[in-house]
């Protein structure tokens, strides 16, 4: 018998006026032909930029000009409680607009790593003592009206702004039944960037397998409390091993937020790229202490290579510093007459800095002879370090010159 073509419907939000759209994954997956119908009637064919099933977000390209957008908000501002609009074309009706309330974030249905947990994953990480999926979800929650159709639609506040794209709900019977969930706006943002610039999703990990900690695994390890993931493997040449995580730690902040649960870690680490760095707080017999990992990417954790080697020493380098920088302004450089420098933000304590009184606000203009104005610097700089002898030349807050040199083992 000849098969008859099938067709499937869902909704997007228009992001650019050149014609960026952004949808879910599973609206066009498959689709042979995606034709996108505006408001007003107008009719485009769209191409598929890309599409990622682990975040379940598509990227549509329409050849419209001056077309309406939609102004996109922040996800990490949105609280609960707050009124929200949910915006779709629902069950084949016109353009429908619903409202409701954020009623939970960071939630993890499983609705994306269903069918994925037999594939594996050592690079990214895990519950349930599994290394599974890359699969990221870490929704937000309303109780605005979502049916079939919504998926790929805009989630916005009660200003109009996009904090998330709707992609599922929960229901017995496959129509709302009060649970509707979003993907945060922070993280399309990233997926969106990477499909304009790459054509793929560039995924950073940190190499670990972990576990949630339930009361039950608390109670069998004597742990004080039930926040954080517990690391059940790390990754050989990962960010964790780089940075002296082992298994059995507990992983409890990263960028300074609390890890509640497992979307907390998979949502941050899905808004980074590989080379990225973020700062981990983890517990270790009891003591609190802070690592930066800088994240890898999948084909680096497979290579063994002596370039991996070299890395490796100057993460563990500038982990021992025990500081954070940012770049400093062009501004800055002109007081201070340099033409680059980063500035110390923070100083941790039990770091080399913390040690030797290395003080915030110091302006770092070389590394070991090197000029640094990012990061991502300064780390290459730490590379080059010989004898074990870290050397560095900079301005202090006062605009007296500073050089130091300190050994790493100290």
Do not use: C
Request: charged content about 20%; aromatic content about 6%; hydrophobic content about 35%.
């Amino acid at each position: 018998m000849q098969s008859q073509p099938v067709q499937a419907s869902g909704s997007g939000v228009i992001i650019s006026d050149d014609g960026y759209i952004v949808t879910n994954n599973h609206v066009v997956e498959d689709a042979d032909k995606i034709e996108v119908v505006l408001t007003d009637k107008r009719t485009f064919e769209a191409k598929l930029i890309g599409r990622d099933p682990n975040t379940d977000l598509a990227l549509l390209k329409v050849s419209g000009k001056g077309l309406p957008v939609v102004k996109l908000g922040n996800s990490d501002n949105v609280n609960v409680g707050e009124w929200v609009l949910a915006f779709g074309y629902p069950l084949g009706l016109q353009s429908t607009v619903t409202a409701g309330i954020i009623s939970a974030k960071g939630r993890q249905i499983g609705i994306l790593s269903e069918g994925q947990q037999q594939r594996g994953n050592p690079f990214g990480g895990g519950q349930d003592q599994i290394p599974v999926s890359s699969a990221i979800e870490s929704f937000i929650q309303t109780d605005a009206v979502i049916n079939r159709g919504n998926s790929g639609g805009a989630l916005t506040n009660a200003s109009g702004e996009l904090i998330g794209i709707n992609s599922a709900i929960a229901s017995p019977t496959g129509t709302y039944a009060g649970y509707g969930f979003a993907i945060p706006v922070n993280l399309v943002k990233k997926i969106v960037d990477d499909f304009v610039e790459y054509g793929n999703v560039k995924r950073g990990y940190i190499g670990v397998t972990y576990t949630e900690i339930t009361p039950e695994l608390a109670k069998e390890k004597g742990f004080a409390d039930v926040d954080g993931l517990y690391v059940q493997d790390v990754v050989a040449g990962g960010a964790a091993e780089a940075a002296g995580i082992k298994k059995g730690d507990i992983l409890s902040k990263i960028n300074g937020k609390v890890i509640t649960g497992s979307p907390v870690l998979s949502e941050t680490i899905g808004r980074a790229r590989p080379g990225d760095k973020v700062n981990v707080t983890y517990k270790r017999d009891g003591k609190e202490k802070q690592v930066t990992m800088t994240l890898k990417g999948e084909d680096s954790l497979k290579s063994e290579n002596a370039g991996g080697k070299a890395s490796k020493s100057a993460t563990e380098i500038y982990n021992k510093l025990g500081a954070s920088f940012i770049p400093a302004s062009a501004q800055k450089k002109k007081e201070l007459g340099v033409n680059s420098g980063v500035v110390v933000t923070q100083v941790n304590r039990g770091g080399i800095f913390d040690y030797f009184g290395v003080e915030r606000g110091l302006v770092i203009t070389e590394v070991n002879g090197k000029a640094v104005n990012s990061v991502d610097d300064v780390e290459a700089a730490l590379g080059a370090t010989q004898r074990n002898i870290v050397r560095l030349k900079g301005v202090s807050p006062q605009g007296g010159a500073v050089q130091l040199s300190f050994p790493v083992e100290y």
